[in-house]
């Protein structure tokens, strides 16, 4: 843990879904709808063999092993989060993978910092928490080597709306939706951050970034939109709440013959000039 002074325009929103197991397994399912769009950044972005790279916000480490699979045994990568659960997660299924070059440390944004210049600092669905996402991102990409790269993964949950979200309009969904947008704003967070990804790059210092929008849909038997619809649902709730099943979920859109639609997902990437 780095001793400098915690920057306060750096500090986090409230974590609405928690840190507990179920959590850890919402993210999974999470990370199987946004997997390909971050593996497009990493490639992207440049990030491969023999690099040296920090995820910050790192949850169960789902960013931080695609990264290690991008770096190779050569490189190395490093998963920065305030959650011992999530931390030892994580840390599990490194080990699982075989992947020694990934490790975890527990840390603020506001005070944590690595112990050298870094060729890459990265981070899915971490900016949208944070009160100041301009202030985060001008801390963590002086962190980077100049040349190197900062690259972020943010949704944009404002998005998700009656007409767009779902065809043809799934009820079931829509109140799902809605739980969403209410906790996440209630918390602080922004349910916007992608589309502001690129004015906050440049507002912290950063070249002109590349930006890709990815929409995942699908409708398809199985798929881990209806779930991961549920569970984060379920985590922003009080206990008890009612909710519908993922199955009963699932039965509604494909009686319809229909689709859901996740919320869009902006990557953006940019390499630091100084």
Same mark, same amino acid.
């Given at each position: 843990?780095?001793?400098?002074?915690?920057?306060?325009?750096?500090?986090?929103?409230?974590?609405?879904?928690?840190?507990?197991?179920?959590?850890?397994?919402?993210?999974?399912?999470?990370?199987?709808?946004?997997?390909?769009?971050?593996?497009?950044?990493?490639?992207?972005?440049?990030?491969?063999?023999?690099?040296?790279?920090?995820?910050?916000?790192?949850?169960?480490?789902?960013?931080?092993?695609?990264?290690?699979?991008?770096?190779?045994?050569?490189?190395?990568?490093?998963?920065?989060?305030?959650?011992?659960?999530?931390?030892?997660?994580?840390?599990?299924?490194?080990? #699982?993978?075989?992947?020694?070059?990934? *490790?975890? @440390?527990? &840390? +603020?944004? $506001? %005070?944590?910092?690595?112990?050298? /210049? !870094?060729?890459?600092?990265?981070?899915?669905?971490?900016?949208?928490?944070?009160?100041?996402?301009?202030?985060?991102?001008?801390?963590?990409?002086?962190?980077?080597?100049?040349?190197?790269?900062?690259?972020?993964?943010?949704?944009?949950?404002?998005?998700?709306?009656?007409?767009?979200?779902?065809?043809?309009?799934?009820?079931?969904?829509?109140?799902?939706?809605?739980?969403?947008?209410?906790?996440?704003?209630?918390?602080?967070?922004?349910?916007?951050?992608?589309?502001?990804?690129?004015?906050?790059?440049?507002?912290?210092?950063?070249? #002109?970034?590349?930006?890709?929008?990815? *929409?995942? @849909?699908? &409708? +398809?038997? $199985? %798929?881990?939109?209806?779930?991961? /619809? !549920?569970?984060?649902?379920?985590?922003?709730?009080?206990?008890?709440?009612?909710?519908?099943?993922?199955?009963?979920?699932?039965?509604?859109?494909?009686?319809?013959?229909?689709?859901?639609?996740?919320?869009?997902?902006?990557?953006?990437?940019?390499?630091?000039?100084?």
């Amino acid at each position: 843990m780095s001793g400098a002074p915690r920057d306060p325009g750096a500090g986090p929103s409230r974590y609405v879904c928690g840190y507990d197991r179920r959590e850890i397994d919402r993210l999974a399912l999470q990370a199987r709808i946004y997997e390909p769009v971050t593996r497009r950044l990493l490639a992207r972005a440049g990030i491969g063999p023999g690099h040296r790279v920090v995820d910050v916000g790192c949850g169960g480490g789902d960013v931080s092993l695609l990264a290690g699979e991008q770096v190779g045994p050569t490189g190395s990568v490093e998963g920065v989060d305030r959650s011992r659960e999530s931390l030892d997660a994580a840390e599990a299924r490194a080990r #699982a993978a075989g992947m020694l070059q990934v *490790r975890f @440390v527990a &840390g +603020e944004l $506001g %005070s944590w910092a690595p112990a050298a /210049a !870094v060729d890459a600092v990265i981070g899915r669905f971490v900016l949208m928490h944070q009160r100041d996402p301009v202030a985060v991102l001008a801390r963590v990409s002086g962190w980077v080597r100049p040349g190197g790269v900062v690259a972020f993964v943010e949704s944009d949950i404002a998005a998700c709306q009656p007409g767009a979200h779902s065809q043809p309009h799934s009820f079931s969904y829509d109140g799902i939706v809605r739980i969403w947008q209410q906790a996440i704003a209630a918390a602080g967070a922004h349910l916007d951050m992608g589309p502001r990804l690129v004015a906050c790059f440049e507002a912290a210092g950063l070249p #002109a970034p590349s930006l890709e929008v990815d *929409r995942y @849909v699908s &409708g +398809e038997p $199985g %798929s881990p939109i209806f779930r991961f /619809a !549920v569970e984060s649902a379920r985590s922003m709730l009080a206990a008890g709440a009612p909710l519908p099943s993922a199955e009963a979920l699932e039965t509604e859109v494909r009686s319809l013959g229909g689709w859901l639609s996740a919320p869009p997902a902006y990557a953006v990437w940019a390499r630091r000039v100084q």
